[in-house]
């Protein structure tokens, strides 16, 4: 609250320094060590999972925690990570970059014809055996075509989400064939390694999957405990099929005996866990803590991100009076969004990352080339605020409910911030906090306010339009009704040509800008800190659809060295 004051009294100290560069970690040259239990605070460690069952469509944070033991078909290669040499820091929670995708499951996969696909599956690949709930036994096709089909029909499923496939076969044991009517170019995303994907045995939907005591997996980890508002913690799976090799040697995973996700809502709490070695991965720092912690735990290594989750604060296009553009407009004109990054940020964020995130190369077009009509949202520009806002019928201005969730300190804490610039344009923003699972609940069941503040991220470069902006999706908290904006997304995700696909989507991005059905914010950059124990790891955070057990089994604890530092 001190920084706000600050901006607020019209203070122009000096911006937060910049933490210094990043230090990724190279692969790990030295011999792998087993046991031990990591400790982890996620992204997303603040908030608890809604439902273990992946038939409730809406109920977020899923994969994060069910991803350590329900597997997909896809994952993404590792080995093409920057801290091992490669291109990728794997820091985007939904996006698989084509040159980097994996097999988890899949052995292999073929286009036997331009609309049948024929996957093979890994041989050998085993569920555990579990209690009360299925033997030991080797996973096969069936299993597949089980999941996907529960997925289709259950009564939450995202609406049109599998449209695209007429049917999901067994051709033998170890074959499955996606039969598609159309081509969607992010079919791998939809049942390969997206949000909604997992495999799931028939025994554990029959045992009940939404008891977190009955979900088994063919994953790295199974989930041993969960102390709810507390911790998470995942065992060795015993039977994991995957291995690493280092220096020639292949090693089974996981390397650690258990993994341990820590739910801290207090981001103080979760830096003093990080100093005193009660977590060995603080995944998500803001900048500002991460100058502190540098001081007082300097060990620590570091990795510095652009988040995907740009604040925002979506305005209802039914409800007056956002459903005139020029009110939606003025209120980004009426924000120095500038200031917020120099002065909230320290200038540790950037102005335009949403919808479309800077590293989606040939999705992406840089603020700088998109249309004026676009570029003046960002423009800090309160005099034309005024004049928009009388224009539309309001030139005393209005007031409007925002809601917001608690779960965000950073958030919690920018609010008032734009709630004090719109007021200097006469407009009053009354901010209404509310619990995580109420504030998902009014977005996904489309109650929320005229005024919702949303974070949900642009995902990959096929989806961000369609889930935050297509009529009648769950995300869409803006309520943007547009059938010409939903046709131009389906003819992109319909080309089969990347670059023709960019385009339309390049095109649609600067469109649904120009509308501002959200006030645009800036995007901050994120840290990720971990102790030099940790081995075998660079600061990546995802495989895709904010899964993480393939990097987290790849992980060891050198213990020894651990106690040397004294902890």
């Known amino acids: 609250m001190k920084m706000i004051r600050t901006l607020l009294a019209g203070i122009t100290g000096m911006a937060l320094a910049t933490v210094a560069g990043q230090a990724m970690a190279q692969a790990s040259t030295d011999t792998p060590k087993y046991g031990g239990t990591l400790d982890i605070a996620t992204t997303s460690t603040g908030v608890t999972t809604l439902s273990w069952d992946l038939a409730d469509w809406q109920a977020t944070l899923q994969t994060r925690d069910t991803g350590q033991f329900y597997e997909q078909l896809f994952s993404v290669d590792l080995g093409k990570a920057k801290s091992r040499g490669g291109k990728y820091p794997f820091t985007i929670s939904g996006w698989q970059p084509s040159d980097a995708i994996r097999g988890e499951l899949a052995e292999s996969w073929e286009w036997?014809?331009?609309?049948?696909?024929?996957?093979?599956?890994?041989?050998?690949?085993?569920?555990?055996?579990?209690?009360?709930?299925?033997?030991?036994?080797?996973?096969?096709?069936?299993?597949?075509?089980?999941?996907?089909?529960?997925?289709?029909?259950?009564?939450?499923?995202?609406?049109?989400?599998?449209?695209?496939?007429?049917?999901?076969?067994?051709?033998?044991?170890?074959?499955?064939?996606?039969?598609?009517?159309?081509?969607?170019?992010?079919?791998?995303?939809?049942?390969?390694?997206?949000?909604?994907?997992?495999?799931?045995?028939?025994?554990?939907?029959?045992?009940?999957?939404?008891?977190?005591?009955?979900v088994n997996g063919t994953g790295p980890f199974m989930l041993g405990n969960v102390a709810q508002g507390n911790s998470l913690t995942f065992t060795k799976n015993p039977v994991y099929w995957d291995k690493e090799t280092i220096n020639g040697t292949a090693y089974k995973l996981p390397f650690v005996d258990k993994l341990v996700h820590r739910v801290i809502k207090d981001e103080a709490t979760q830096q003093a866990a990080l100093r005193t070695g009660k977590l060995d991965i603080l995944s998500s720092i803001s900048s500002e803590a991460a100058k502190e912690l540098k001081k007082t735990a300097p060990q620590v290594k570091w990795n510095r991100w652009l988040s995907t989750s740009a604040a925002r604060v979506a305005l209802r296009v039914d409800t007056k009076p956002f459903t005139d553009v020029r009110v939606r407009r003025a209120l980004n004109m009426a924000v120095n969004k500038q200031e917020v990054i120099d002065k909230f940020y320290g200038g540790e964020a950037e102005m335009f990352v949403f919808p479309m995130h800077p590293e989606y190369v040939g999705y992406h077009t840089p603020l700088k080339d998109m249309p004026p009509a676009v570029q003046e949202l960002f423009k800090y520009d309160p005099a034309k605020a005024k004049k928009l806002l009388a224009e539309a019928g309001y030139p005393k201005g209005f007031a409007f409910k925002m809601q917001i969730c608690t779960c965000n300190a950073e958030q919690m804490e920018l609010m008032p911030l734009v709630a004090a610039y719109l007021e200097m344009v006469g407009v009053k923003m009354e901010i209404v906090p509310m619990e995580y699972g109420a504030h998902l609940s009014a977005m996904t069941t489309h109650t929320n306010g005229a005024g919702y503040l949303t974070t949900i991220p642009d995902v990959n470069p096929t989806t961000s339009l369609r889930i935050n902006y297509g009529k009648g999706q769950v995300y869409n908290a803006p309520m943007w009704d547009d059938p010409k904006f939903d046709a131009r997304v389906v003819d992109a995700l319909g080309e089969r040509d990347e670059a023709k696909r960019q385009q339309i989507l390049r095109e649609s991005t600067a469109f649904i800008l120009e509308q501002a059905p959200a006030i645009w914010m800036p995007a901050p950059y994120r840290y990720t800190a971990w102790w030099p124990w940790v081995r075998n790891y660079g600061g990546e955070l995802f495989v895709g659809a904010g899964r993480n057990a393939p990097i987290h089994a790849r992980v060891w604890i050198d213990q020894d060295m651990k106690k040397k530092m004294g902890f």
């Open 112 to 214: 036997v014809t331009p609309l049948v696909l024929e996957i093979k599956l890994r041989k050998g690949v085993k569920f555990p055996a579990k209690a009360g709930v299925m033997p030991e036994r080797e996973l096969t096709a069936e299993d597949v075509v089980f999941s996907f089909n529960r997925m289709n029909t259950s009564a939450k499923k995202t609406q049109g989400y599998y449209d695209h496939i007429d049917k999901v076969s067994a051709k033998d044991k170890d074959t499955v064939v996606f039969t598609f009517n159309k081509f969607l170019a992010d079919w791998d995303y939809r049942f390969g390694n997206g949000f909604f994907s997992g495999i799931v045995p028939k025994e554990v939907v029959d045992a009940g999957p939404g008891n977190w005591k009955n």
